[in-house]
């Protein structure tokens, strides 16, 4: 079999992050990776649920390897994560893709490297597939597993798995179980690890990173994590996602605006201006106490880039609820919105819900939404015109260009040797394109 592996990660950062994970186990046992699915001797599919959408697509990829399998049997096509996790998902799965070798769950990713082992046994006393997909809503937390990172100058460190909000429209607390938090003291070996190996950016991940802790009994909070975030020494960038705004405490603002090393950038996802939809949707904020929170964030931090989540179609969501929502965008003036058309996913509540949405007026809210956070990005876009930032040089898409971001999360894209790459560069911003910056390095030194 060929000792190569090619990993396809679907959804969010949270799986971005986890393919590092999966990289690190397949290369524990030599494999290396290929830069195909051809000339790769197990293919693994990092899968997402969030949409119907993103399974369709999943599922049209897993179907496009049945070709491969069958020109060389030796190939192990893996399928994990979220999409396996939902109930009856993985024997579907099975049946309906009946190629696919390895089936595991979100809490049983870890045993990766045993079942590619016990795959291997299984074949040579022909007994086909491994599927293993566990319900424990509380699985531990492996810290044992090799991570082989692929995002440098920037390093994903999780603080929190799963989640315990039940929003109701939402698939995750179902196949990502109940919220743990890590051990401070491995987040922050973790990060000062990081930092001394050369990263220069660490985001830190969670489901809801404001309810860092609330399983520990010390009080040992998302506060006191930052804190001791803060006292590390040395020139790095600090970000996380995702904040709740039930969650989102003013001591956390406060330490946020107090650290240098922090950027000045908050996802706060609002998902619908609408009172009744956001009870509906069980968010446990308001309307007001939304606004309230921007308000604070913005009285430390004036500069500060938010940006959001925001969900139209909501069953029953009215055209009034809708308006609601697009006066909370004006209101707000996000830097940018991440927008989404309401996807029923089977299990949750919402999904049984009265009054869906037809999807001709889903098409036309987010249509609406869509070219009025453009307006509002576009128009923000041009107050950074002329002025210059320190942006951390992130990647070099093609030679002689780079790109990275402001502090307060704003992309921009300009000339410079990939050598630059991981530098903290003052780059003077001479364009806007729509919602894209342009600028030119100044005073590199
Ligand atoms: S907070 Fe709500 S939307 Fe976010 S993961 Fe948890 S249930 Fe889903």
Redesign the pocket.
């Known amino acids: 079999m060929i000792k190569k592996y090619f990993i396809e990660t679907f959804g969010c950062q949270m799986n971005v992050h986890e393919s590092e994970k999966i990289s690190g186990m397949l290369e524990s046992l030599d494999f290396a990776p290929a830069t195909s699915r051809e000339e790769a001797g197990i293919i693994v599919f990092n899968t997402c649920c969030i949409r119907d959408t993103a399974e369709q697509k999943i599922s049209g990829n897993i179907g496009e390897v049945k070709a491969l399998k069958r020109a060389d049997k030796s190939r192990i096509v893996a399928v994990v994560g979220c999409m396996t996790q939902q109930k009856g998902a993985a024997e579907a799965l099975a049946a309906k893709f009946p190629f696919v070798d390895i089936i595991l769950g979100t809490s049983n990713l870890y045993e990766l490297p045993a079942k590619i082992v016990e795959l291997i046994e299984r074949r040579a006393r022909h007994r086909g597939k491994v599927v293993a997909v566990s319900f424990d809503e509380k699985p531990p937390i492996d810290e044992t597993v090799p991570v082989t990172r692929t995002s440098y100058p920037n390093a994903w460190v999780n603080i929190t798995y799963g989640?315990?909000?039940?929003?109701t429209?939402?698939?995750?607390?179902y196949v990502?179980g109940r919220e743990r938090s890590r051990e401070p003291e491995a987040i922050l070996g973790e990060i000062r690890a990081l930092l001394s190996n050369g990263y220069k950016e660490i985001t830190l991940l969670g489901?809801?990173v404001d309810s860092y802790g609330n399983d520990r009994a010390d009080g040992f909070g998302f506060a006191k994590l930052l804190r001791e975030i803060a006292a590390i020494e040395g020139k790095f960038r600090l970000r996380f996602m995702?904040s709740?705004p039930k969650d989102l405490s003013e001591e956390v603002i406060s330490v946020i605006a107090e650290t240098p090393n922090f950027c000045k950038n908050i996802h706060l996802?609002v998902?619908a201006g609408s009172d009744r939809i956001l009870k509906a949707?069980?968010?446990k904020y308001d309307r007001a106490s939304y606004l309230r929170l921007v308000d604070t964030i913005r009285s430390y931090m004036p500069e500060c880039g938010l940006t959001t989540?925001i969900m139209v179609g909501f069953p029953g969501e009215t055209e009034e609820d809708f308006l609601d929502t697009m006066d909370l965008t004006k209101r707000v003036r996000y830097h940018n919105a991440f927008t989404f058309v309401y996807s029923p996913r089977k299990g949750t509540v919402a999904a049984s819900m009265a009054d869906q949405i037809p999807y001709a007026v889903k098409r036309d809210r987010i249509t609406r939404l869509i070219a009025l956070q453009n307006a509002i990005t576009e128009e923000m876009s041009g107050e950074f015109v002329g002025k210059t930032y320190e942006v951390l040089a992130e990647d070099a898409p093609k030679p002689g260009k780079l790109c990275g971001r402001t502090d307060s999360g704003r992309l921009v894209n300009f000339n410079g040797d990939k050598s630059l790459v991981g530098e903290f560069l003052n780059v003077k911003i001479t364009k806007n394109k729509a919602s894209a910056l342009y600028g030119e390095i100044e005073n590199n030194g």
């Not at 989640?163 to 929003?167: K, R």
């Not at 429209?169 to 607390?173: F, R, T």
């Open positions: 989640c315990n909000n039940f929003c429209y939402c698939i995750v607390p990502r489901q809801n995702t709740h996802p998902q949707m069980n968010r989540d």
